[in-house]
């Protein structure tokens, strides 16, 4: 069974920096492309970034580029995203996500992702 775990979500002012992380039982990892989304209350989940199995391509959301840094480490079966330079919109539950096909789609698209994990919080004050 695949499980997703989030963590590192916290409270932040804007400016600030924050990383979070993504632990997986995905059995086979090396092979999964990982990503991240986010939703605020109210709105539609919004891609984040993702990495490709090799990490050879990685796709960024537009509001995020050159702020956010999406990562993976193999031995430890974990994805990451350090953001940078928080703003209060940065604001949202942020999940974690992995795709068997181990490739990032171009436009980035929550339906193109499987396994889910249950999120974790970041707030951005102003």
């Known amino acids: 069974q695949v499980h997703l775990e989030e963590s590192g979500g916290d409270f932040v002012q804007a400016g600030g920096s924050l990383n979070i992380s993504c632990r997986t039982s995905?059995?086979?990892?090396?092979?999964?492309?990982m990503g991240w989304f986010r939703q605020a209350p109210g709105k539609e989940r919004e891609a984040v970034a993702c990495i490709s199995w090799n990490a050879d391509t990685i796709r960024y959301g537009d509001s995020v580029n050159g702020r956010f840094t999406i990562s993976r480490d193999l031995a430890k079966k974990t994805s990451y995203l350090q953001m940078n330079d928080l703003k209060p919109e940065d604001t949202a539950m942020y999940y974690c996500a992995a795709r068997i096909a181990g490739a990032c789609p171009g436009p980035l698209s929550h339906t193109d992702f499987r396994y889910w994990g249950q999120g974790t919080q970041v707030t951005v004050s102003a």
């Open positions: 995905v059995l086979n990892f090396g092979a999964a492309a």
